[in-house]
């Protein structure tokens, strides 16, 4: 099936660096989100981008973080600076255009450690 | 907005035996989808189930749930556990709108025990 790639797959930073989370989407969608999950919690939504534009963000999506996909690049995720409380696996989704049931298709997740 | 609600968080079965998982939701616009995710250790979700048809029941992997619009209810369900079961499961729904947006619960932990 469609697949989700995400580089790197573990990120150790100091905190207060800055750190950037790479997603290869699936390659005809257009719709694109970042997840947070701490160890041993659910899953929660950070941001939601179409594009060119975050259509959505929550509580969880600080000043510090932004996100981009320059010219069908990669969506990145960008935290500066970071934080102790920003160590957390990082999931990568995207989903075609709307109509249909069309679901979100996830990649693997970085596993980010912030020191 | 929209929200679901996963009323359990830790859910433990015995193998062999029927388990059920409760979702919820809560919609002020026209809902295209309804989804059971399920994430395996260390794995990323991944889809078990969609439905977007009112009163039909989907199946896929033993699972099945059927969408209930005047119960506002997706419910999980396996008439016989097994230990490969063990995973966090997600409700999520999907809005018909222009931002596309995805609301998921916050997971039911499964664990089947022997």
């Known amino acids: 099936g469609p697949k989700v790639l995400q580089i790197p797959s573990h990120q150790i930073i100091d905190m207060g660096q800055m750190v950037t989370l790479n997603c290869d989407p699936v390659?005809?969608?257009?719709?694109f989100y970042w997840y947070k999950q701490i160890l041993g919690q659910q899953m929660e939504f950070l941001v939601n981008f179409y594009n060119g534009k975050v259509m959505e963000k929550s509580k969880l999506f600080k000043d510090q973080f932004s996100v981009e996909r320059p010219d069908g690049s990669y969506f990145t995720l960008k935290i500066q600076p970071t934080a102790l409380e920003d160590s957390a696996v990082y999931f990568c989704a995207s989903s075609p255009d709307w109509g249909g049931s069309y679901e979100q298709y996830f990649g693997p997740g970085t596993r980010l450690t912030v020191l | 907005g929209d929200s679901v609600t996963q009323t359990e968080g830790l859910v433990t079965v015995t193998e062999g035996l029927p388990v059920k998982l409760n979702c919820t939701y809560q919609?002020?616009?026209?809902?295209?989808?309804f989804f059971w995710y399920v994430q395996y250790l260390n794995e990323a979700p991944q889809v078990l189930l969609k439905s977007s048809t009112d009163n039909k029941r989907t199946e896929h992997q033993g699972f099945h749930a059927t969408l209930h619009k005047s119960s506002s209810s997706f419910h999980l369900q396996k008439s016989s556990a097994q230990l490969s079961d063990s995973a966090l499961y997600y409700c999520?729904?999907?809005?018909?709108?222009?931002?596309?947006?995805?609301?998921f619960g916050k997971g039911t932990s499964l664990t089947v025990i022997p």
């Open positions: 390659s005809n969608h257009l719709y």
């Open positions: 999520a729904l999907r809005e018909n709108t222009g931002y596309q947006n995805f609301y």
């Open positions: 919609t002020t616009y026209l809902t295209i989808a």
